[in-house]
Nanobody, 124 residues
């Protein structure tokens, strides 16, 4: 019932910025938590950021805190991830994911709905 579409990925040099967007369609009334995750080849999927249904209810992974910002526009069913000061270690496929409730951990196993991802490549 829920479909997610990520966009905004691309290739940038170290120190550059990208803004990712995730647009949700279908019945999203029970999916109040949104997370961004990433996975590089041969590595585990890791949580990047999440945002819940309440004011300033956000979480960030330690490696991106201070560089990335997650935001949401409920009227547009869109969640964005602003990524600044990108580094080669940020290179990965980035996914958005949805779950219900107000508990929005950076644990990919908690999220049942996923997009197909958008590639981010950062060169040195």
């Amino acid at each position: 019932q829920v479909q997610l579409a990520e966009s905004g990925g691309g290739s940038v040099q170290a120190g550059g910025s990208l803004r990712l967007s995730c647009v949700a369609s279908g019945d999203t009334t029970s999916t109040t938590c949104v997370g961004w995750f990433r996975q590089a080849p041969g590595q585990e999927r890791e949580g990047v950021a999440s945002i819940g249904p309440y004011y300033r209810n956000t979480l960030y992974g330690d490696s991106v805190k201070g560089r990335f910002t997650i935001s949401r526009d409920n009227a547009k069913n869109t969640v964005s991830l602003q990524m600044n000061s990108l580094q080669p270690v940020d290179t990965a496929m980035y996914y958005c994911a949805l779950k219900g409730g107000s508990w929005c951990p950076l644990d990919p196993s908690a999220y049942p709905f996923w997009g197909q991802g958008t590639q981010v490549t950062v060169s040195s």
